[in-house]
C-alpha cells in the first residue's frame, strides 16, 4: 500500500505505465489516418508525380491527447486508487450528534454508547458546546434541541437506550427544524449522526435538514453488528418456515434460529445462511404438530433486539382434531357430513380422520362425531374428562335415541319445519346473547333450518343454550364436563336439516368453538380492546408494559403498528391471548442508501474509504468506444463528413466528463404497466387487505391463462393519487368502510380512465354483514363514487354480455352471494360503444379467486368448491369483457348462444 496524503494506492507498481505515455505519444503521432480515395486521370497523375520523398501524417493532436488520457485512466485504475477522508482535527464548532436508537441499533448499541461519549469528550476539551438528537420518540416527551455543556448531554446520554420500535426520522427532523427556527442552534455545526444502518422514509428528509446547518459525518455498524429481524412465520406440512431479514448484504452470514417454549427450552434449531448479496433468506423447521403447538417464541442466536424475537399467540397453536369416521354396510365411508366440517375447520385446526383406535393415538385436542359416527364408547368419556372437546352432530340416530355425551337431555323423534302436514315455516338464527362465545358475529339469513333434534325444557338452561331459532328454541348447546368440554349443534353437519354448513356463518362458528380445543373457557367477545399484558423491551425480553401503552381496539389490532402507546408484546382479550411483533409482514429490512446528501461515511473502526477503480475503468471503457467512433468519423466510415463527425462524437465524449446529461426518467410504473397484460388492484393502506387482492388476481390470471388465450402477467398495485391507470384494462377496487375521498387530480384521472374504456370492479366484501345497515348504502362507497362521474346504475339484467362473454352465468358469487351486482343503467349512452365501466358489488370477489404461492386457494368461500369455481366463471367474463367490450352482444352469437342453452 502506497499512500499520497488521503490518497493510497493498492497496487501501486501499476503506475509504472504511466512512465510508458511518452513513447506511446511518439508511436500515435506516427500513425497515419485511413487513406482517402480519388479518381484522377491516368496521365495527370504521372504529370504531377512528386519527387521528393513522402513522409507519414500523424493523427490529430487532440485524437493523441483523447487516447492518452484512456491509458492513463487504465494504467491508474489497476492501480486500486483509494481515497481516504482526512480526519477532523482542531475542531471549533459545535458539535450536534444525531443518535439513532430504534430496535435497529440495539446490536450495536454498546458501540454507538462509547463513540457518543467519545464526541462528548472531544467538546468538552475543546470547551465546545453539544446538542443531542435522538430519533427514536420515547416513552416522555422529547427533550428540546438546544446547545449545552458537555455534562448535559453526557446526562442525557447516560439515561438513553434503544426502543423496541422503529425510528421517526422524519418526526426528528420536524423537531430539528423547529429548533433551527427558533435560534437554539448554530449556523454552522460539526454533525455526528451515529446510524443504526438502516434505512426508514425519513433518512433523506434528516439528511436534507442536516446538511443545511454543517457537515454531516455519519457513523455506522459493519456488517457484523448489522440488524437481523424475523418475519412472520408460516405453517408448513412439515411444520414452520420463517423468513429472516438484514439490512446489510456485503459479506455472506450464517446465524441460528431456535424455536424456545414457554419455559425457555429449545425446541428447535437451524440455521440461516445468507449469500454475498441476500438481504431475506427463508428457514424450515420440520416439527409434529405437537412440538410446534407448543412453540411460545422465535429468536435469532446471538442478536439482542425487539425485532430479532418472534412471538407467537394463541392462533398459531393450532388444535389436531380428530373426525371420526362411519363406515357403511359395505365399508363404503361415508364422506358427506365430516367433508363440511373439516372443510370449515381447516384454516384454524390441523384435521384428520380415523377410526375412534386410530385418532385416540394421535392424542387430538378434540373429536368430532356426526350422526353416521355415533359411538358409545366409554373412551370418548373419559377423553373428555381429561381436557378434551367433543363437538357433536344431530341426525335421524340421535333424535331416535339419546344417550350420555350430551350437554342436554333431548326429546325423541325431530323437528320438522314446512311440511305438509305443518303450517310453520323454516326457521332463522336469533342474535347470539353476550355471554355466548359467538356473541359480535352476525347471523346470515340465508342460514335456515328445517330441522332439528329439540332439548327438554328443564334442561336447557340459559349457561348451557350458545345459539337459538327465532321460536326460542335452541340451536347450539353445550357443558362443561370434568375438565373438557360437550358442544352439540342441534342439526347435521351437513345440508340436510339446513343451510347453516353452506353459509360463512357456520366457519366462524367451529373457529369459536375450536378456541376451547385448548382447555380454554367458553368467553370470546368479538368486541373490545386488546391490553399488554407483556412487553418486549429493547433487547427482546418480555417485561411489564411501559407506562405509555394503551389498549388497542378489537378491530385494528391485526394492522396495528408498534409505537411507544402501542408497543410489541403479549396481549389479553378476555382468555384469548395474541401476540403482536416488531415486523409486520409487509416489513422490509434494507441498508441505508449511500447516496445521501453530502455524507461523509464512516464505520465504527474509522473513516470508510471511496474506491475509484471500477469508475475509473468504466470511464475508460466508454471513452474507447468514443475513440472507435472518432476514429471511423475521420475514416470517413460515418455519414457526416470527416472532421464534422470526428466532432460531434468528440464533443459527446467531453460532455461525461465536464458533467452529468440531465436526461428524463423513465417512470418504473410506467415501463412495467405498458410492457405487459397487467390488471390492476387499488391500495387501501390494510396490508392483508391488499395482499389478499394481490392473491385474488393473481388466482384470476392463472385461470385466464388455463382456460383462455388471455396471459395476464402479476398484478400490479396502483394508487389513483400518483399513478396513471390507462395502462390497466381491469382495475378491482376493495372498498372499505372508512374509505377517504379521492383528490381532485386523483378523480379526474379516474373518470379519464373510466371514459377511455376502462372497467374498476367496486367490492365492498361485506355481503355477509350488508343486512345490519338496513338498507342504508355502504358508507365507503358513497366516499369514493362522489368524486367520480359515475352514470345511474341498475342490477346486472339478466340478458347483459356480462352473463355470456365466456361462460352463461345468472349468477355471480364471491366468497359470498346473494347480493345483486350492479352495472350502468344505460350503457349505451356512454362514450364506451355500449359497455359498462364499473361493476359493483359486495360478494369479495377477491376471496375467492385468491391462491397462494403452491396455487392452492386461501380462503373459504360459503357455498364450497362449487361457489368457488362460479366465482372464477364470473371473473373470467368480466375479464373478456374488459378486453373485448360488446363484442358478444353482437346478434351472429345469438344461434350459439341459444344451442348451448337448449333451446
Same mark, same amino acid.
Given at each position: 500500500?502506497?499512500?499520497?496524503?488521503?490518497?493510497?494506492?493498492?497496487?501501486?507498481?501499476?503506475?509504472?505505465?504511466?512512465?510508458?505515455?511518452?513513447?506511446?505519444?511518439?508511436?500515435?503521432?506516427?500513425?497515419?489516418?485511413?487513406?482517402?480515395?480519388?479518381?484522377?486521370?491516368?496521365?495527370?497523375?504521372?504529370?504531377?508525380?512528386?519527387?521528393?520523398?513522402?513522409?507519414?501524417?500523424?493523427?490529430?493532436?487532440?485524437?493523441?491527447?483523447?487516447?492518452?488520457?484512456?491509458?492513463?485512466?487504465?494504467?491508474?485504475?489497476?492501480?486500486?486508487?483509494?481515497?481516504?477522508?482526512?480526519?477532523?482535527?482542531?475542531?471549533?464548532?459545535?458539535?450536534?450528534?444525531?443518535?439513532?436508537?430504534?430496535?435497529?441499533?440495539?446490536?450495536?448499541?454498546?458501540?454507538?454508547?462509547?463513540?457518543? /461519549?467519545?464526541?462528548?469528550?472531544?467538546?468538552?476539551?475543546?470547551?465546545?458546546?453539544?446538542?443531542?438528537?435522538?430519533?427514536?420518540?420515547?416513552?416522555?416527551?422529547?427533550?428540546?434541541?438546544?446547545?449545552?455543556?458537555?455534562?448535559?448531554?453526557?446526562?442525557?446520554? /447516560?439515561?438513553?437506550?434503544?426502543?423496541?420500535?422503529?425510528?421517526?426520522?422524519?418526526?426528528?427532523?420536524?423537531?430539528? /427544524?423547529?429548533?433551527?427556527?427558533?435560534?437554539?442552534?448554530?449556523?454552522?455545526?460539526?454533525?455526528?449522526?451515529?446510524?443504526?444502518?438502516?434505512?426508514?422514509?425519513?433518512?433523506?428528509?434528516?439528511?436534507?435538514?442536516?446538511?443545511?446547518?454543517?457537515?454531516?459525518?455519519?457513523?455506522?455498524?459493519?456488517?457484523?453488528?448489522?440488524?437481523?429481524?424475523?418475519?412472520?412465520?408460516?405453517?408448513?406440512?412439515?411444520?414452520?418456515?420463517?423468513?429472516?431479514?438484514?439490512?446489510?448484504?456485503?459479506?455472506?452470514?450464517?446465524?441460528?434460529?431456535?424455536?424456545?417454549?414457554?419455559?425457555?427450552?429449545?425446541?428447535?434449531?437451524?440455521?440461516?445462511?445468507?449469500?454475498?448479496?441476500?438481504?431475506?433468506?427463508?428457514?424450515?423447521?420440520?416439527?409434529?404438530?405437537?412440538?410446534?403447538?407448543?412453540?411460545?417464541?422465535?429468536?435469532?442466536?446471538? &442478536?439482542?433486539?425487539?425485532?430479532?424475537?418472534?412471538?407467537?399467540?394463541?392462533?398459531?397453536?393450532?388444535?389436531?382434531?380428530?373426525?371420526?369416521?362411519?363406515?357403511?354396510?359395505?365399508?363404503?365411508?361415508?364422506?358427506?357430513?365430516?367433508?363440511?366440517?373439516?372443510?370449515?375447520?381447516?384454516?384454524?385446526?390441523?384435521?384428520?380422520?380415523?377410526?375412534?383406535?386410530?385418532?385416540?393415538?394421535?392424542? %387430538?385436542?378434540?373429536?368430532?362425531?356426526?350422526?353416521?359416527?355415533?359411538?358409545?364408547?366409554?373412551?370418548?368419556?373419559?377423553?373428555?374428562?381429561?381436557?378434551?372437546?367433543?363437538?357433536?352432530?344431530?341426525?335421524?340416530?340421535?333424535?331416535?335415541?339419546?344417550?350420555?355425551?350430551?350437554?342436554?337431555?333431548?326429546?325423541?323423534?325431530?323437528?320438522?319445519?314446512?311440511?305438509?302436514?305443518?303450517?310453520?315455516?323454516?326457521?332463522?338464527?336469533?342474535?347470539?346473547?353476550?355471554?355466548?362465545?359467538?356473541?359480535?358475529?352476525?347471523?346470515?339469513?340465508?342460514?335456515?333450518?328445517?330441522?332439528?333434534?329439540?332439548?327438554?325444557?328443564?334442561?336447557?338452561?340459559?349457561?348451557?343454550?350458545?345459539?337459538?331459532?327465532?321460536?326460542?328454541?335452541?340451536?347450539?348447546?353445550?357443558?362443561?364436563?370434568?375438565?373438557?368440554?360437550?358442544?352439540?349443534?342441534?342439526?347435521?353437519?351437513? %345440508?340436510?336439516?339446513?343451510?347453516?354448513?353452506?353459509?360463512?356463518?357456520?366457519?366462524?362458528?367451529?373457529?369459536?368453538?375450536?378456541?376451547?380445543?385448548?382447555?380454554?373457557?367458553?368467553?370470546?367477545?368479538?368486541?373490545?380492546?386488546?391490553?399488554?399484558?407483556?412487553?418486549?423491551?429493547?433487547?427482546?425480553?418480555?417485561?411489564?408494559?411501559?407506562?405509555?401503552? &394503551?389498549?388497542?381496539?378489537?378491530?385494528?389490532?391485526?394492522?396495528?403498528?408498534?409505537?411507544?402507546?402501542?408497543?410489541?408484546?403479549?396481549?389479553?382479550?378476555?382468555?384469548?391471548?395474541?401476540?403482536?411483533?416488531?415486523?409486520?409482514?409487509?416489513?422490509?429490512?434494507?441498508?441505508?442508501?449511500?447516496?445521501?446528501?453530502?455524507?461523509?461515511?464512516?464505520?465504527?473502526?474509522?473513516?470508510?474509504?471511496?474506491?475509484?477503480?471500477?469508475?475509473?475503468?468504466?470511464?475508460?471503457?466508454?471513452?474507447?468506444?468514443?475513440?472507435?467512433?472518432?476514429?471511423?468519423?475521420?475514416?470517413?466510415?460515418?455519414?457526416?463528413?470527416?472532421?464534422?463527425?470526428?466532432?460531434?462524437?468528440?464533443?459527446?465524449?467531453?460532455?461525461?466528463?465536464?458533467?452529468?446529461?440531465?436526461?428524463?426518467?423513465?417512470?418504473?410504473?410506467?415501463?412495467?404497466?405498458?410492457?405487459?397484460?397487467?390488471?390492476?388492484?387499488?391500495?387501501?393502506?390494510?396490508?392483508?387487505?391488499?395482499?389478499?387482492?394481490?392473491?385474488?388476481?393473481?388466482?384470476?390470471?392463472?385461470?385466464?391463462?388455463?382456460?383462455?388465450?388471455?396471459?395476464?402477467?402479476?398484478?400490479?398495485?396502483?394508487?389513483?393519487?400518483?399513478?396513471?391507470?390507462?395502462?390497466?384494462?381491469?382495475?378491482?377496487?376493495?372498498?372499505?368502510?372508512?374509505?377517504?375521498?379521492?383528490?381532485?387530480?386523483?378523480?379526474?384521472?379516474?373518470?379519464?380512465?373510466?371514459?377511455?374504456?376502462?372497467?374498476?370492479?367496486?367490492?365492498?366484501?361485506?355481503?355477509?354483514?350488508?343486512?345490519?345497515?338496513?338498507?342504508?348504502?355502504?358508507?365507503?362507497?358513497?366516499?369514493?363514487?362522489?368524486?367520480?362521474?359515475?352514470? %345511474?346504475?341498475?342490477?346486472?339484467?339478466?340478458?347483459?354480455?356480462?352473463?355470456?362473454?365466456?361462460?352463461?352465468?345468472?349468477?355471480?358469487?364471491?366468497?359470498?352471494?346473494?347480493?345483486?351486482?350492479?352495472?350502468?343503467?344505460?350503457?349505451?349512452?356512454?362514450?364506451?360503444?355500449?359497455?359498462?365501466?364499473?361493476?359493483?358489488?359486495?360478494?369479495?370477489?377477491?376471496?375467492?379467486?385468491?391462491?397462494?404461492?403452491?396455487? &392452492?386457494?386461501?380462503?373459504?368461500?360459503?357455498?364450497?368448491?362449487?361457489?368457488?369455481?362460479?366465482?372464477?366463471?364470473?371473473?373470467?367474463?368480466?375479464?373478456?369483457?374488459?378486453?373485448?367490450?360488446?363484442?358478444?352482444?353482437?346478434?351472429?352469437?345469438?344461434?350459439?348462444?341459444?344451442?348451448?342453452?337448449?333451446?
Amino acid at each position: 500500500m502506497f499512500g499520497l496524503g488521503p490518497l493510497s494506492f493498492g497496487a501501486p507498481l501499476a503506475l509504472a505505465g504511466l512512465l510508458a505515455l511518452p513513447a506511446l505519444w511518439l508511436l500515435l503521432r506516427a500513425t497515419p489516418p485511413a487513406p482517402k480515395r480519388a479518381i484522377f486521370p491516368p496521365l495527370r497523375l504521372l504529370l504531377g508525380a512528386p519527387d521528393d520523398t513522402e513522409t507519414p501524417h500523424h493523427a490529430p493532436w487532440w485524437l493523441i491527447l483523447f487516447r492518452l488520457l484512456i491509458a492513463s485512466l487504465i494504467i491508474i485504475g489497476l492501480s486500486r486508487p483509494i481515497w481516504t477522508p482526512p480526519a477532523v482535527e482542531d475542531e471549533e464548532r459545535p458539535a450536534l450528534i444525531v443518535v439513532d436508537n430504534g430496535w435497529a441499533a440495539a446490536n450495536s448499541w454498546p458501540e454507538t454508547e462509547r463513540r457518543a /461519549e467519545l464526541l462528548i469528550s472531544d467538546a468538552e476539551r475543546d470547551n465546545r458546546l453539544v446538542a443531542l438528537l435522538f430519533t427514536a420518540p420515547g416513552e416522555t416527551a422529547p427533550a428540546p434541541i438546544r446547545l449545552d455543556s458537555a455534562d448535559t448531554a453526557r446526562r442525557l446520554l /447516560e439515561s438513553a437506550r434503544p426502543q423496541a420500535w422503529p425510528v421517526d426520522r422524519s418526526s426528528a427532523a420536524e423537531r430539528l /427544524e423547529d429548533a433551527i427556527s427558533q435560534d437554539a442552534l448554530a449556523d454552522d455545526l460539526a454533525i455526528t449522526w451515529l446510524s443504526d444502518g438502516t434505512d426508514s422514509s425519513g433518512a433523506r428528509a434528516l439528511a436534507d435538514t442536516l446538511n443545511d446547518i454543517g457537515t454531516v459525518r455519519l457513523i455506522e455498524p459493519d456488517a457484523g453488528r448489522s440488524a437481523y429481524a424475523l418475519a412472520p412465520p408460516e405453517v408448513t406440512t412439515d411444520g414452520l418456515a420463517v423468513d429472516v431479514l438484514r439490512s446489510m448484504r456485503e459479506l455472506p452470514a450464517t446465524i441460528g434460529i431456535v424455536a424456545l417454549g414457554s419455559d425457555g427450552r429449545a425446541i428447535a434449531r437451524a440455521d440461516a445462511g445468507f449469500a454475498g448479496d441476500e438481504g431475506r433468506t427463508r428457514v424450515e423447521m420440520s416439527l409434529p404438530l405437537d412440538l410446534r403447538n407448543r412453540i411460545a417464541s422465535i429468536r435469532i442466536e446471538g &442478536r439482542s433486539s425487539a425485532a430479532s424475537v418472534r412471538l407467537m399467540g394463541d392462533r398459531w397453536r393450532r388444535p389436531r382434531v380428530g373426525l371420526i369416521e362411519a363406515t357403511s354396510e359395505d365399508g363404503q365411508p361415508l364422506l358427506s357430513d365430516l367433508h363440511y366440517v373439516e372443510s370449515a375447520i381447516n384454516p384454524i385446526s390441523t384435521p384428520s380422520r380415523g377410526t375412534l383406535e386410530e385418532l385416540l393415538e394421535e392424542e %387430538p385436542a378434540a373429536l368430532v362425531m356426526v350422526d353416521d359416527a355415533r359411538t358409545d364408547d366409554e373412551r370418548i368419556g373419559e377423553f373428555v374428562a381429561n381436557g378434551g372437546l367433543l363437538l357433536r352432530f344431530a341426525g335421524p340416530r340421535l333424535a331416535a335415541r339419546g344417550d350420555e355425551l350430551l350437554p342436554v337431555d333431548l326429546r325423541e323423534g325431530g323437528r320438522l319445519f314446512g311440511g305438509a302436514l305443518n303450517w310453520e315455516e323454516p326457521q332463522r338464527i336469533v342474535g347470539f346473547s353476550l355471554d355466548s362465545p359467538f356473541a359480535g358475529l352476525p347471523t346470515d339469513p340465508t342460514a335456515t333450518v328445517d330441522r332439528q333434534v329439540l332439548a327438554q325444557p328443564g334442561t336447557a338452561t340459559p349457561d348451557r343454550v350458545w345459539a337459538r331459532l327465532e321460536d326460542g328454541t335452541p340451536l347450539v348447546t353445550a357443558q362443561r364436563r370434568g375438565r373438557g368440554w360437550i358442544v352439540l349443534f342441534h342439526v347435521t353437519a351437513g %345440508p340436510t336439516w339446513s343451510d347453516l354448513p353452506l353459509s360463512g356463518l357456520f366457519p366462524r362458528m367451529l373457529e369459536r368453538v375450536m378456541g376451547l380445543a385448548q382447555n380454554g373457557e367458553a368467553t370470546g367477545p368479538a368486541t373490545g380492546a386488546w391490553v399488554v399484558d407483556q412487553a418486549l423491551d429493547w433487547q427482546g425480553q418480555l417485561t411489564s408494559p411501559p407506562s405509555t401503552a &394503551r389498549p388497542v381496539p378489537a378491530e385494528i389490532f391485526e394492522t396495528a403498528v408498534v409505537s411507544p402507546s402501542v408497543p410489541a408484546g403479549l396481549y389479553r382479550l378476555g382468555t384469548g391471548s395474541a401476540a403482536l411483533n416488531v415486523i409486520a409482514a409487509d416489513t422490509t429490512v434494507e441498508a441505508l442508501p449511500r447516496d445521501l446528501p453530502s455524507v461523509i461515511y464512516q464505520g465504527f473502526d474509522g473513516i470508510r474509504p471511496i474506491l475509484f477503480q471500477t469508475p475509473l475503468l468504466v470511464i475508460a471503457l466508454v471513452m474507447m468506444i468514443l475513440d472507435v467512433l472518432i476514429a471511423l468519423g475521420l475514416a470517413g466510415r460515418l455519414p457526416l463528413p470527416g472532421r464534422a463527425a470526428a466532432a460531434v462524437v468528440l464533443a459527446f465524449a467531453l460532455v461525461p466528463l465536464a458533467g452529468r446529461l440531465e436526461a428524463q426518467e423513465v417512470d418504473p410504473f410506467v415501463l412495467e404497466a405498458s410492457l405487459d397484460l397487467h390488471f390492476g388492484y387499488v391500495e387501501t393502506g390494510d396490508s392483508n387487505l391488499d395482499n389478499r387482492s394481490r392473491q385474488g388476481l393473481i388466482g384470476l390470471a392463472n385461470e385466464l391463462t388455463r382456460r383462455t388465450a388471455i396471459e395476464p402477467a402479476n398484478p400490479m398495485a396502483v394508487d389513483p393519487e400518483q399513478h396513471e391507470l390507462i395502462f390497466f384494462p381491469m382495475i378491482y377496487w376493495p372498498i372499505i368502510d372508512d374509505a377517504q375521498p379521492l383528490s381532485e387530480e386523483a378523480s379526474a384521472r379516474v373518470s379519464t380512465y373510466l371514459q377511455s374504456g376502462g372497467l374498476i370492479i367496486f367490492d365492498t366484501q361485506d355481503a355477509d354483514v350488508s343486512m345490519l345497515r338496513a338498507g342504508e348504502p355502504h358508507r365507503g362507497l358513497v366516499t369514493v363514487l362522489e368524486s367520480i362521474d359515475v352514470p %345511474p346504475l341498475a342490477r346486472i339484467p339478466g340478458d347483459h354480455v356480462l352473463t355470456r362473454s365466456f361462460y352463461l352465468l345468472q349468477e355471480f358469487p364471491g366468497r359470498f352471494g346473494g347480493d345483486p351486482v350492479w352495472v350502468e343503467a344505460n350503457p349505451d349512452g356512454a362514450s364506451r360503444d355500449g359497455t359498462s365501466g364499473v361493476v359493483i358489488g359486495a360478494h369479495d370477489w377477491a376471496a375467492a379467486w385468491a391462491v397462494d404461492e403452491n396455487g &392452492r386457494p386461501v380462503a373459504t368461500v360459503d357455498g364450497g368448491e362449487r361457489q368457488r369455481e362460479l366465482s372464477l366463471r364470473f371473473g373470467i367474463n368480466i375479464a373478456m369483457y374488459a378486453l373485448t367490450g360488446n363484442y358478444k352482444a353482437d346478434q351472429v352469437h345469438i344461434p350459439d348462444i341459444l344451442e348451448r342453452l337448449g333451446q
